[in-house]
T-cell receptor
């Protein structure tokens, strides 16, 4: 049973560029959430996708956008990269609703913006 | 106000001893879930234990137990018989019944000393 997978593992970009990160959820999961984790901080919620739509969004600018595909995999796109976007980006998957639903995380993508 | 507060930036514990990692939370929801995750230096967030707000018994998972004190709004993680492999960052998180995102604390770095 494959867990959550993310690609790429590492990425280096320059300011102003655009980046796309990818995530495949754990088998049987239909909900994907994205988090940004800056160095020394806890993960911060970016947004969550369910049934190919953005269900909830955290306090992130519109430069951050996403997509969910019919097979439940997801992409995170960041436009006009800033130095402050350098972070570990974590994808988490879960099954639908309910406060008991645990999110399972992937290994993350480390993004460095120069 | 912070939803999750972890006041211990770093903790040390002797191998085979028990250690308690503190977590307090803030919510006005009656229904919520509390989670603990372990993050080794590799970056992946590993789910450890879950406690629901309506659960009367403290959650236990192997060497992990959660000391849930609802009136104090605390959800401390207890690790018994510490092992060298327990050295990692530990994050407390909460999901409110009305929302979909997880709120994370700033984490506690645990070092197990041989």
């Amino acid at each position: 049973d494959a867990g959550v997978t993310q690609s790429p593992t590492h990425l280096i970009k320059t300011r102003g560029q655009q980046v796309t990160l990818r995530c495949s959820p754990k088998s049987g999961h239909d909900t994907v959430s994205w988090y940004q984790q800056a160095l020394g901080q806890g993960p911060q919620f970016i947004f969550q996708y369910y049934e190919e739509e953005e269900r909830q969004r955290g306090n992130f600018p519109d430069r951050f956008s996403g997509h969910q595909f019919p097979n439940y995999s997801s992409e995170l796109n960041v436009n006009a990269l800033l130095l402050g976007d350098s972070a570990l980006y974590l994808c988490a998957s879960s099954f639908s609703l309910g406060p008991k639903e645990t999110q399972y995380f992937g290994p993350g993508t480390r993004l460095l913006v120069l | 106000a912070q939803k999750i507060t972890q006041t211990q930036p770093g903790m040390f514990v002797q191998e085979k001893e028990a250690v308690t990692l503190d977590c307090t939370y803030d919510t006005s929801d009656q229904s919520y879930g509390l989670f603990w995750y372990k993050q080794p230096s590799s970056g992946e967030m590993i789910f450890l234990i879950y406690q629901g707000s309506y659960d009367e018994q403290n959650a236990t998972e192997g060497r992990y137990s959660l000391n849930f004190q609802k009136a104090r709004k605390s959800a401390n993680l207890v690790i018994s018989a510490s092992q060298l492999g327990d050295s990692a960052m530990y994050f407390c998180a909460m999901r409110e019944g009305t929302g979909n995102q997880f709120y994370f604390g700033t984490g506690t770095s645990l070092t197990v000393i041989p």
